[in-house]
């Protein structure tokens, strides 16, 4: 049987920056992912925003690993790897009294949450127009965060597995995990029904599906919901119309609704939010959300010219149901089986930190964590 230290599940962006992190380590590691492509799920159908880390609710582990995730970004993957991103900064913006208030609220949970004040501001209305013109003349004022940035999130997540490959990690596409035992000393894993492999420590980052995987192996602590977001993307005539990622209130109007630059020059608009999407239809649209995108994009920007959409698509966030926060743990019954899920956003700005906390629990369960004397953490995505 093919022996392995660590096998990773999920050839998403969490997976990767797993990968990244464990390649360091003289381990023998085994990702699996079942779909042709990597990051082909939950980190396609992304804004691609690394959040400041003002929105989390403080004491949560995504407000810690959210505002950690984005140090880790500036300070330290992108001194190494290359892929498309570009700095910008992110309004969430008020048009009347209330949203001020909870615009305020967040610049103080920000605080709370160890964002550097020097990251954060509270804008007046002649500072908002000042910085986007565009924006609709009736905003009352905006917190302004100039820590985030924006990425290419598949090429992020190739960056990560590019390097990873290249400092030994296995990677193999179309191995879907059908099942999965406990034997003496680890995991006996199926894939495609076929094939089996050793494991002495799972890393389920399934994303939607980490949930299934886990009750897969006996081990099912935990349960996952859906929350849909569709969005539309314009054209590059819509191109300098807006050059920060602009919020609705987050609080107010649901999380993650914004007008953005992409870094290809086109504009998004959205998301919708629709709760309990069955998993295999996480990545579909539909005609009832495509109008009230439209509404999104131009109470935001009046100038909008919302038909020059060019293209639409629906990502997805895994929701754990009982906390509504990260999972990043042992399973409840074996420490070496191994969860990073309820994955939702932050976990792209959050991934280099759940990686790190991964390491963690595996250091703590016994594995030998030996660093390679030749580790390389350079890799460049060319294309």
Request: hydrophobic share 40%; proline share 4%.
């Amino acid at each position: 049987m093919n022996k392995n230290d660590v096998v990773i599940i999920g050839g998403g962006i969490i997976g990767g920056a797993i990968s990244y992190q464990l390649a360091r380590y003289d381990l023998k590691i085994l990702v699996l992912e079942r779909n042709p492509l990597l990051a082909d799920e939950t980190s396609k159908g992304n804004s691609g925003a690394i959040h400041g880390g003002f929105d989390p609710d403080p004491g949560k582990l995504e407000a810690k690993l959210n505002v950690k995730g984005n140090r880790l970004w500036r300070e330290e993957i992108f001194k190494h790897l290359e892929f498309p991103r570009i700095q910008a900064d992110s309004l969430i913006l008020a048009f009347n009294d209330d949203e001020i208030n909870h615009v305020k609220m967040l610049y103080e949970r920000g605080i709370t949450n160890k964002v550097p004040r020097k990251f954060l501001k509270i804008l007046s209305k002649e500072e908002v127009l000042k910085k986007e013109p565009n924006i609709n003349p009736e905003v009352k004022g905006a917190l302004l965060c100039t820590s985030s940035w924006a990425i290419e999130p598949v090429k992020a997540t190739l960056a990560f597995f590019g390097c990873s490959e290249k400092n030994g990690v296995k990677i193999r596409k179309n191995s879907n995990v059908t099942n999965i035992n406990k034997i003496d000393d680890g995991f006996e894993i199926t894939i495609n029904d076929e094939e089996k492999v050793f494991a002495k420590n799972i890393i389920n980052a399934a994303g939607h599906y980490a949930d299934v995987v886990a009750k897969m192996a006996g081990l099912g602590d935990f349960t996952l919901t859906t929350r849909r977001g569709e969005y539309r993307i314009l054209s590059r005539s819509e191109r300098g119309i807006v050059n920060s990622i602009c919020f609705m209130v987050p609080t107010i109007h649901g999380k993650g609704v914004i007008v953005a630059p992409m870094l290809d020059g086109r504009i998004m608009v959205g998301p919708t939010a629709e709760e309990g999407i069955p998993k295999e239809e996480t990545r579909l649209v539909t005609r009832e959300k495509y109008k009230y995108i439209g509404k999104i994009g131009t109470k935001i920007i009046p100038k909008l010219n919302i038909d020059k959409t060019e293209i639409i698509l629906a990502g997805s966030r895994p929701i754990d149901l009982e906390t509504n926060d990260f999972i990043i743990r042992y399973a409840n019954e074996n420490n070496h089986f191994i969860n990073a899920a309820g994955t939702q956003s932050p976990a792209l700005a959050s991934a280099p930190a759940i990686a790190l906390e991964i390491e963690k629990l595996l250091s703590k369960n016994g594995t030998k964590l030996k660093l390679k004397s030749n580790f390389d953490p350079n890799f460049k995505v060319m294309w």
